[in-house]
């Protein structure tokens, strides 16, 4: 593959978890911790309230402030978009979606307050430090994510959660007729006269343009002047990073935990549901949970060595405040509450960011809904502290702390961990290669939709969609 197909094509989802892990590599090494994100839109919300309407929901608890990882992200994304030449404006959801958007953003939003983060935060940053509190969060995340997703096939728009809208591939689908695919293909569609997406636009116009405000106001800690330009580049960067991970494979933390459920699933039951089959491509294959294991194994591995060699801390994840319990009633609320925000935004809170620089009317939907699952916690928060955070179940913030103080005990438990997920990764690759009916070298270079197209091919598809069986059972033998 020469350099210019790298810049203007997808990539496979390896690469998007390479991507994410070395964003994740380069933060910690330079500020001891994983990346921080949700609070961070809670501050550049802030700021429309110091700068435009005066008011103090939010900024009572976190100050007006800009956050450049998410400028990174958005910037990242949309970097993507030029170099592919196809921004997402041309897909067409329906306004239930944009709806259902709000509604998840507004609900993961309240979800990484009770968690003490969001998915990005427990899983690429939890699970690599051996949190407990952070593998339970994405345990107890899991089946409501599931019961999110058979929400949305009741309302009748399961078919729109995908990766992502490519056009070349959609095309291709309506030549084939196939009804789930092409469900975002409208060719009488103009997205500039789209009203709720002029509405959306403009709101997250006024968001970044009131967040550049106050960081050239010289004030807020992470403003320009305050900040060195040396940080606010490396944080920019980090960002991007994680935007043209996310925009070239349209990897998210949500898909990659219910992937390997879909191996115990029928073909009848994605039918039933109506799964879009380049979802079936990429859930069978297992392709956003080796993913998500590359960027947690990279992680993992910089925590071991700089731990073991370096003396470093293992990072905290938990923010105990004045309660000191790593594990408490908000983990196991803030969970679900994370796994069903995810889904029914179409993307975890950093795929969401990505989505939003790349055009899709999800992401731009899902952005207010945040302010709103923010507010309940910044009104009552000394309810929702005496509630949830008081009362706790395990003291310990990872499960080392649950061992003996013991270096060779430790270090052991540590090779082990480490081991158990190369050797989750190692699974995956393989099992998925085989469920897509790709090689191994394929699964790490060819893109979804790639594989997704070599597999209609292969099968000798010439239209409906009762011939995808074949497609799958070609990956099972």
């Keep these: 593959m020469n350099i210019k197909n790298i810049l203007t094509k997808p990539w496979s989802f390896v690469w998007g978890g390479f991507f ?24 550049m919300f802030g700021s429309i309230e110091e700068n435009i ?18 400028i990174g ?8 978009v030029l170099l592919e030449k196809e921004h997402k404006a041309w897909a067409k959801y329906p306004p239930r979606l944009a709806v259902l958007a709000f509604i998840g953003g507004a609900t993961f939003g309240l979800g990484t307050r009770l968690a003490q983060g969001c998915t990005t935060w427990h899983y690429l940053g939890g699970i690599p430090a051996m949190s407990l509190t952070s593998i339970v969060v994405a345990v107890v995340s899991i089946p409501f994510a599931f019961l999110a997703f058979l929400l949305m096939t009741k309302l009748g728009v399961a078919s729109y ?12 689908c309506v030549e084939l007729e196939y009804p789930t695919e092409i469900l975002c293909h409208d060719p009488e569609y103009n997205h500039r006269a789209d009203p709720l997406r ?16 106050t960081a050239f106001k010289g004030e807020s800690t992470e403003a320009v002047g305050r900040l060195p330009w040396v940080e606010i580049f490396l944080k920019t960067f980090i960002g991007t990073l994680l935007g043209v991970g996310i925009g070239k494979t349209g990897f998210g933390t949500e898909c990659a935990v219910m992937a390997p459920k879909s191996l115990l699933m029928k073909q009848e039951h994605f039918n039933a549901m109506k799964v879009a089959k380049i979802t079936q491509t990429m859930f069978t294959g297992l392709m956003p949970f080796t993913a998500l294991l590359i960027a947690i194994i990279m992680f993992n591995l910089t925590i071991l060595v700089t731990w073991i060699f370096f003396e470093w801390d293992l990072p905290v994840v938990v923010e105990a405040g004045r309660y000191k319990w790593g594990f408490h009633l908000g983990h196991l609320v803030g969970g679900p ?3 069903i925000g995810a889904v029914l935004m179409i993307g975890c809170e950093i795929r969401t960011y990505a989505r939003t620089g790349m055009g899709y009317l999800t992401g731009l939907a899902s952005l207010p809904g945040f ?36 270096p060779g005990i430790q270090y052991g438990f540590a090779f082990i961990y480490t081991g158990v997920l190369i050797a989750l990764l190692v699974w995956s690759i393989k099992k998925g290669s085989q469920m897509v009916n790709v090689t ?23 239209g409906g969609i009762k011939t995808w069986k074949d497609v799958r059972e070609t990956g099972k033998n």
């Design 20 to 43: 994410v892990g070395l964003a994740q590599v380069i933060y910690f090494l330079k500020y001891e911790t994983p990346i921080p994100i949700t609070t961070g839109l809670a501050k």
């Design 53 to 70: 309407t005066k008011t103090d929901y939010l900024t009572r608890l976190y100050d007006a402030d800009i956050h450049w990882i998410i």
């Design 73 to 80: 992200i958005l910037f990242g994304a949309f970097l993507v």
């Design 161 to 172: 959660l995908k990766h992502h809208e490519t056009h070349a591939t959609v095309k291709h």
């Design 198 to 213: 002029i509405i959306l636009t403009v709101s997250l116009i006024l968001l970044l343009g009131s967040a550049f405000y």
């Design 337 to 339: 509450l994370l796994g």
């Design 371 to 406: 302010f709103f699952g923010y507010l309940p916690f910044t009104l009552y928060r000394e309810k929702f502290e005496e509630i949830f955070f008081s009362k706790g179940f395990i003291e310990a913030k990872n499960i080392l702390e649950l061992l003996p103080d013991k």
């Design 440 to 462: 191994p070298k394929e699964y790490i270079t060819k893109s979804t939709d790639e594989v997704f197209l070599k597999g209609l091919q292969e099968a000798g598809v010439k």
